[in-house]
């Protein structure tokens, strides 16, 4: 192959002009040496190892692997039923966390999609649905490395070698999609077995870079040292295999909000997932919308503190709100710099998005897209369409804080191919993966929907949305005069209590 060094780019959009303009003679290596990274991301006859989190995003983006894999909605996972085995080969790291059980959560999940029973193997640190299999990962929070990351790496092999064997894929070969955190990824390649080292074929790191004004590491990458990222390179050299950064901004992600890709996504979540995973975001959204509701309140009429608890607990039914009322109860939240805050655009913009969908995040991007949704342009259950998306090959100076187009580097970035240098063709991409990932969702939705059937509401939920509505028109219908332009802010938040998305549905 033809080989290539670009100029040094200082960002995303300067590395984008310099591959526009690169002589005729080494676009050929260039697109080649894409075209074979996306078909090793995307290859469907290899075990796809996915480490993750357990959010709203994140669960919608295994979901889209699993349907595909299971086949859903086909009618055969009939066949298959309880105390059976799902067909799909893949296996799920769960990411530790310690406010959270993402090993619970993405079990639930499989269980929930392939109706199977899962069994419990080492010290129910591992659970198999057939061929998948979730294993409870590392807690990214602490280093790597002592008696229990080396239990983390046996059982992280142990379920790759149990999957492995079942048979189903053409090659064992493993392509390993981890997230902004590197350092247990190394650990696990520095320990494993050699077996497993040489059968990595390629590795994904979601949203550890932001490419989006310079060459930096994201809010999630920034426990990344540099001599981790070094040793990443070193590694996928020594292997001869490439990594590949999937970051929402450089694949033009840029919606915070979930309703933005997915069409009625209040109403359809409740058929993507069962009540024991999307009820959590549910009542941390209510928690949150009572809370901007009465800190605008407070603000307005010069109440703060425990005056203001008192109030919430006069206009929030108790038998409603026991069970996720935390926030807003509580006269720390309504601090006279916090009720203040609540007339801020961000706030009241997020409160409209709640009031229209309440289904908040775990860890709510303010600047980014949904991470996970990086993830949809690869693995398995994606078409391999080099004409929609080009995994540049780039030379990456973490140190330097720039990148260039060059041939002789393990390291790609995945971007939308851009149609054309300029404005419009930007802002024409940005419609285009938007557009992209709505009818993917919409396509995953109807897979789930057919093997599911349409969602389901009880009138306790219709009831407790009913308190919600309520108390919070109670308080910002009281809060009187509110400063120019704050007021006209405001209303888009009652008009989405009464007739948002979720009001409409219950």
């Not at 007339?343 to 229209?356: C, F, M, P």
Request: with cysteine; glycine share 6%.
């Amino acid at each position: 192959m033809t080989s290539f060094t670009g100029p040094w780019s200082k960002d995303l959009d300067a590395l984008k002009k310099s591959v526009h303009s690169m002589p005729k003679e080494y676009k050929h290596a260039f697109a080649s040496a894409s075209k074979d990274t996306l078909e090793k991301i995307c290859d469907a006859e290899v075990l796809h190892v996915w480490e993750t989190d357990a959010d709203i995003d994140n669960l919608l983006q295994l979901t889209s692997v699993i349907a595909k894999l299971c086949d859903l909605g086909s009618g055969k996972e009939e066949e298959e039923g309880k105390g059976k085995e799902a067909k799909g080969r893949m296996v799920i790291v769960a990411e530790e966390k310690g406010e959270r059980d993402n090993f619970k959560r993405v079990c639930e999940l499989v269980e929930y999609l392939t109706s199977v029973d899962g069994k419990s193997h080492l010290d129910g640190t591992v659970c198999a649905f057939g061929g998948i299999v979730v294993v409870r990962g590392w807690n990214n929070a602490l280093p790597s490395g002592g008696k229990e990351a080396e239990k983390t790496v046996k059982r992280i092999n142990t379920a790759i070698e149990r999957v492995l064997k079942l048979g189903g894929l053409k090659q064992k070969k493993i392509v390993w999609h981890h997230g902004p955190v590197i350092h247990f990824l190394l650990h696990w390649i520095n320990s494993t077995t050699p077996t497993l080292r040489n059968a990595l074929h390629a590795i994904t790191i979601t949203n550890a870079l932001d490419l989006s004004s310079s060459v930096a590491p994201s809010t999630a990458g920034k426990q990344n040292t540099l001599p981790h990222l070094q040793h990443l390179e070193q590694y996928a050299r020594k292997l001869n295999i490439p990594v590949v950064f999937l970051d929402p901004t450089t694949q033009l992600i840029t919606f915070p909000y979930l309703g933005t890709y997915m069409y009625f996504f209040a109403y359809y979540l409740n058929t993507f997932l069962p009540p024991s995973l999307s009820r959590p975001h549910l009542h941390k959204a209510y928690d949150q919308l009572v809370a901007f509701a009465f800190r605008l309140h407070g603000a307005s009429t010069s109440t703060y503190g425990a005056s203001v608890v008192k109030l919430v607990k006069t206009h929030l039914d108790p038998a409603t709100a026991r069970t996720w009322a935390r926030t807003c109860v509580a006269a720390s939240s309504y601090t006279k710099e916090r009720c203040r805050t609540a007339g801020r655009e961000a706030e009241i913009h997020h409160a409209v998005q709640l009031a229209d969908s309440p289904f908040a995040l775990f860890s709510q991007p303010t600047t980014t897209g949904p991470a996970a949704f990086a993830r949809l342009a690869i693995g398995p259950a994606a078409p391999i369409a080099d004409s929609l998306y080009t995994a540049a090959p780039v030379h990456i100076s973490f140190a330097d804080a720039r990148l260039r187009a060059s041939s002789a580097t393990p390291f790609h970035i995945l971007i939308p191919t851009p149609a054309a240098s300029s404005a419009k063709s930007e802002q024409d991409d940005l419609e285009k993966t938007t557009n992209r990932i709505q009818g993917l969702m919409m396509g995953v939705l109807e897979r789930v929907r057919l093997a599911k059937g349409m969602p389901t509401l009880s009138p306790a939920e219709r009831s407790a949305w009913k308190e919600v509505e309520k108390a919070c028109s109670w308080a910002i219908k009281g809060c009187g005069k509110l400063p120019k332009g704050v007021d006209e802010k405001v209303k888009f938040v009652l008009e989405k209590l009464g007739r948002g998305t979720w009001g409409f549905v219950v």
